[in-house]
């Protein structure tokens, strides 16, 4: 049985996710920095497993550290959106040279990786709230978008690629002279990345 | 030839790195677990060892005895009787309950089975993990499950469930894991805080990638493992070797890990293929090691066993291989490792018994196919990322592979001895087979207008083939060779003269070729046109002029080549008797001086005879009365004198002192004009050498440029005697030519 199969049969993460919601509702400056969300999804819920106590707990002034760390957080999530855009692009290469190669079985493999992964990782990023995101995240998080469209393309996802289309032109409409990185790291307008995203998707 | 120089070559840095990395990283598991009593105030315990295994799990077979050992040593308790005794024996008598414990099992299991001190490790550690199915919630459950079936995977070779149980690992595992700890990071708690499992990232990712780069191989998986190549991109992004304090850079596989990705990308990948790549990798590998052991020994057992294993990894890598580009990156090694073994056959007179199934053949065809796809579809043969530079270069790197093994391998049967100590002619046949090969594929691809398809080396590859034929004509039946075997000697030697006409030796072996067909006065006529081209060369004209490589000596043999009679001490000098040559010019200009003298003295002789004789006469005419008026009838004559038949002789002798000096003067002018520019083209063999060793020699450029300025104008062999004039003539006679 493939474990990617599996996958939701054997993790309670999904459900600990849930578990964890209110969790996150207390954490007002985290929910608004989605990365700091994950957190709670990923360590929050896995700490509270016969972990020791999980660490938020532990701190009394928790609203004063947090403060503090607004630059560091500010800093760290765009480490962690730049590096998450790298690891689409390499997801999507590893599509193409699959495809070159004709390997339809590596293929089919991948996407059962591929898929989740956008779904716990990506997703939940660029489907949260614009509201909740520091105003200069909006670029990241637009290139997370793109980058999905594009590897939604490689896996032959037209209905995908045609949704994440209109999600950019529709959650970025007074933003479209916005510099973002795509696809290799060159800055281009938004409206030329998403222009590039149709040409390259065929969604012209 | 480029000579393959066989010597012992340590690893590539980056397998060598690894290594050290594998035991670095041992030794900083041991490092790390050995205060783990101390930390807790209480004695080390296996319960420690087995909940940090995912410090040291991965390390190599050796490095992980070596640590268990270590652990060994400070438990006081073997890791095998622990497994008994805490887990077998207890779950005997009741069944382990705790998460916990049964964890610890699967892990102890896992670790002997890996070590060699549980056969059935694997089995049984898989059996016990599957029984935490209900408890995968936890992520390092979660993390030692997919560790445990990736490892049963590996040991059935099965790639597929191999593929799923990583990609299963890092998203259920790695992927929950990366904010958490970027987080606690930022709040330096994954050093002090109680982080948990996620401070154990770091090792994680280290885990993972010796799992993909090193058990993969190790375990000799033959399957496609591609899909991984993402994951193997995604961990050489900033993650392993990123967190120095856990996992010291030196312990970490980075190194291999950017090596491989940048052979991922590079011109001699496969598409980006993974399983490709690190065959290939690994076949490269197996080929140091085997090289190393040739250069030592010889066709040592041990080195005979390395090259199969050799061969067997390329031949692995070749399974992978879906493109020409990957083939042609295989077939170039393999070649190279062809020239070792016939470099060693030749250097140790040891026969090659070894077979290496990567034919020259098949490597003509590769080429072949990349040659016909330089107008349009290069792309298609898998240089699409890397660009024409690296189709260019690939079709250059197997020709150079072709030209090596092509010679090596006639080197080494041209000097293979049979029982009797004499080369046989199979032997000169196999030789000759290798040149010929080469010769008709350079004379197929060569040509190219735009230069790419050889490398410049090549050209002088063809002289190399053409003379190894020539020679090898010759030694046929024991050097007795037919008229039609001389007459081929010939034109192979006129064919090799025209890409490299400054082996010196080369011509008087065309000499003695002529002279054994009977043509030695053709000589002149065989040599001029050859010499010409040399002579009214642009190209050469400009290297000169700029003195670019090795101008001093080319310019010695372009004025050498510009002297007809010069060029027939290129025929016909015997350059070890250079010395003689010089005394018996030292010689004639002597008796040219004696001659001289002779003659003034001969001439002065004869006008004092003359004198003499004019006043007998003068004296004669006046006793006769012959000066009076009017002169009588009849003067009585007197008779010739005595100083008549002196001058009569004196006039024979000058004739003869005469033609005789014309003739020195002759041989003289002759040598004093051609000898020392002759004897400014000796002595500068080592450029043949040194062109015969590196590809990449300026000089080779510049062959290439002379063949091309006269492409397809290779001189046909020269069979009528046209023009040898009387003075070349008595040269080639005097320096002892006809008698060689």
């Known amino acids: 049985m493939n474990p990617l199969n599996s996958l939701d049969q054997t993790s309670n993460d999904q459900g600990n996710l849930k578990a964890c919601a209110p969790a996150r509702a207390r954490l007002a400056w985290l929910q608004a920095v989605l990365l700091l969300a994950s957190l709670t999804i990923g360590a929050g819920c896995t700490l509270s497993k016969g972990e020791p106590s999980a660490y938020f707990d532990r701190f009394s002034g928790r609203e004063a550290v947090e403060s503090q760390l607004t630059g560091e957080a500010l800093a760290q999530q765009k480490y962690s959106m730049r590096r998450l855009r790298r690891d689409l692009a390499s997801f999507r290469q590893t599509l193409e040279q699959l495809r070159r190669h004709g390997k339809s079985e590596g293929i089919d493999r991948f996407e059962l990786f591929v898929r989740p992964y956008l779904a716990t990782r990506v997703d939940t990023l660029v489907d949260a709230d614009d509201s909740h995101f520091h105003p200069e995240l909006r670029p990241f998080r637009a290139e997370l978008l793109l980058s999905k469209g594009i590897l939604m393309h490689e896996l032959d996802d037209r209905r995908a690629v045609r949704q994440t289309i209109d999600r950019l032109e529709r959650d970025f409409a007074s933003l479209t002279s916005m510099l973002v990185l795509y696809p290799t790291g060159e800055a281009v307008t938004l409206e030329q990345g998403i222009a590039l995203l149709r040409r390259q998707t065929g969604e012209i | ?740």
Do not use: C
């Not at chain 2, 799923?164 to 970027?182: C, G, H, N, Y």
């Open chain 2, 1 to 740: 030839m480029m000579q393959t120089r066989l010597r012992p070559q340590r690893s590539t840095p980056q397998w060598t790195g690894l290594r050290l990395a594998l035991l670095a990283f041992a030794t900083t598991a041991a490092t790390a677990l050995a205060p783990f009593g101390d930390a807790f105030g209480e004695e080390p315990s296996w319960d420690d060892y087995l909940d940090h295994a995912y410090v040291y799990s991965a390390a190599d077979t050796v490095d992980l005895r070596t640590l268990i050992e270590r652990a060994e040593q400070a438990v006081g308790t073997r890791l095998a009787d622990y497994h008994a005794e805490a887990f077998s024996a207890r779950a005997a008598r009741a069944p382990l309950k705790s998460e916990l414990e049964n964890r610890r099992k699967a892990i102890a299991e896992l670790l002997l089975y890996r070590t060699g001190e549980l056969a059935n490790g694997l089995e049984l550690a898989t059996a016990t993990i599957d029984g935490l199915e209900d408890r995968l919630d936890r992520h390092e459950n979660r993390y030692w499950y997919h560790t445990i079936h990736a490892q049963r995977a590996l040991a059935a070779g099965d790639a597929s469930a191999f593929v799923d149980q990583i990609l299963a690992l890092w998203l259920s595992v790695i992927t929950p894991l990366e904010v958490p700890f970027e987080t606690y990071r930022t709040l330096a708690l994954t050093e002090n805080g109680n982080a948990g499992f996620v401070r154990t990232l770091p090792h994680l990712y280290e885990s993972v990638a010796r799992l993909i780069l090193v058990h993969s191989q190790s375990e000799a998986l033959d399957g496609d493992i591609d899909p991984l190549v993402a994951i193997v991109r995604v961990l050489a992004d900033e993650r392993v070797g990123a967190d120095p304090e856990t996992v010291p850079v030196d312990a970490s596989s980075k190194d291999f890990l950017d090596h491989l990705v940048t052979r991922l990308d590079g011109p001699e990948s496969d598409g980006g293929s993974l399983s490709y790549t690190l065959a290939l990798v690994s076949a490269e590998r197996a080929h140091q090691i085997a090289r190393a052991k040739l250069a030592k020994d010889g066709f040592s057992n041990e080195a005979l066993a390395a090259i199969r294993d050799s061969v067997a990894a390329y031949q692995r890598a070749m399974r992978f291989a879906s493109t020409l580009q990957g083939q042609v990156a295989i077939y170039t090694r393999a070649l190279r490792q062809q020239s070792e073994v016939f470099a060693t056959g030749e250097r140790s007179g040891r026969a090659v018994e070894i077979d290496i199934p990567f034919s020259l053949d098949r490597g003509i065809e590769l080429y072949e196919a990349l040659h016909a796809a330089r107008a349009g579809g290069w792309e298609r043969l898998g240089y699409l990322d890397q660009g024409r530079d690296a189709y260019v270069a690939a079709m250059q790197g197997l020709w150079a592979e072709i030209q090596d093994a092509s010679f090596n391998a006639a080197r080494y049967y041209t000097a293979h001895e049979n029982e009797a100590g004499q080369i046989d002619d199979e032997s000169i046949v196999h030789a000759i087979n290798h040149y010929s090969r080469y010769l008709h594929a350079f004379e197929r691809f060569s040509g190219d207008a735009t230069g790419e398809s050889l490398p410049d080396s090549a050209y002088f590859g063809a002289y190399q083939a053409a003379r190894g034929i020539g020679d090898g004509v010759l030694f046929f039946s024991a050097g007795d060779a037919s008229p039609e075997q001389v007459a081929e000697a010939i034109a192979q030697y006129q064919r090799a003269l025209a890409y490299f006409p400054f082996d010196r030796a080369l011509w008087g072996t065309l000499a003695v070729a002529l002279q054994r067909s009977g043509r030695e006065a053709d000589f002149l006529a065989v040599a001029q046109p050859l010499a010409g081209r040399v002579v009214h060369s642009r190209h050469l004209d400009r290297w000169i002029a700029n003195r670019l490589a090795q101008a001093p000596v080319l310019e010695s043999f372009r004025r050498a080549f510009a002297n007809d009679r010069s060029l027939v001490y290129f025929g016909f000098a015997d350059e070890t008797k250079i010395g003689a040559l010089e005394a018996e010019f030292a010689r004639i200009a002597k008796e040219r001086e004696t001659i001289a003298r002779s003659i003034a003295e001969n001439r002065s002789e004869r006008d004092s005879l003359n004198e003499k004789r004019r006043i007998a006469h003068r004296l004669a005419a006046e006793v006769s009365g012959e000066n009076a008026q009017p002169a009588p009838p009849v003067v009585a004559a007197a008779g010739r004198t005595a100083e008549s038949y002196e001058i009569e002789r004196i006039a024979r002798d000058l004739d003869r002192l005469g033609l005789r000096g014309d003739r020195l003067d002759a041989r003289f002018e002759a040598i004093e004009e051609a000898l020392p520019i002759f004897k400014a083209t000796l002595g500068h063999e080592g450029l043949i050498r040194e062109l015969a060793v590196q590809r990449d020699h300026p000089v080779h450029a510049l062959l290439r440029r002379l063949a091309e300025e006269v492409a397809g104008s290779v001189p046909a062999p020269a069979t009528v005697s046209e023009k040898s004039t009387t003075t070349e003539q008595e040269l080639q006679a005097m320096i002892g030519g006809r008698n060689r």
